[in-house]
């Protein structure tokens, strides 16, 4: 008896069902969406701007003549090679009319790219200006531990606007 019962709920089942097409399936998956690599970099460049520049830091810069400094484990005479120009900046940031948290990010985002490109000079320009940002870049790149010189930059490259700054890449031989 059951089977008939089973078999007639069956037929009756298959009766009412005819030519209905069945729902597709939402294909919803409720996790966390990944990040594109545009999100990641910026995150990153934050992380680093905000990690290696403090404001609140004054390192022992000079008071008169070209604005110039050195690591401690850094020849002078890599200095003075930056003073006469000797080194050709591969890259070059311009921060006019920038804001000092632009600034930030833009200054740890060259440092990054200079590291990732093999560059051992580039040149900051960051203007005459107020002068805001003209005290506040050398004491940020003083900070920095891949930064192992700078100075004002000669003419060609900015003069009183400008730093070229040589960057630690590692154990890769300088190139000139």
């Known amino acids: 008896m059951k089977k008939k019962n089973n078999t007639e709920d ?5 009766t009412l069902t005819e030519g209905i ?3 597709k399936q939402d294909k919803r998956h409720f996790r966390v969406p990944s ?3 545009k999100q990641i970099e910026d995150k990153e460049q934050k992380l680093h701007a905000d990690s290696y520049f403090s404001d609140t830091y004054q390192p022992h810069l000079p008071d008169e ?3 110039r400094w050195s690591r401690d484990d850094v020849d002078s005479f890599e200095v003075k090679r ?3 120009g000797d080194y050709q900046p591969d890259l070059l ?5 920038m804001r000092q948290s632009e600034a930030k990010l833009e200054l740890a985002a060259l440092i990054q790219a200079c590291i990732r490109q093999q560059c051992h000079c580039c040149c900051v320009m ?11 870049i050398p004491m940020w790149l003083a900070q920095h531990p891949h930064v192992m010189a ?8 900015g003069g009183d606007a400008a730093l070229l700054v040589l960057i630690d890449i590692g154990d890769v031989p300088y190139r000139r």
């Open 126 to 136: 960051h203007g005459h200006g107020t002068g805001i940002l003209k005290q506040n």
């Open 93 to 97: 940031l311009d921060l006019h009319g």
């Open 150 to 157: 700078f100075h004002k930059a000669p003419k060609e490259w």
């Open 21 to 23: 097409k069945p729902l």
């Open 82 to 84: 930056l003073r006469r």
């Open 35 to 37: 990040k594109d690599k």
């Open 10 to 14: 069956q037929e009756l089942f298959s």
């Open 65 to 67: 003549g070209a604005m």
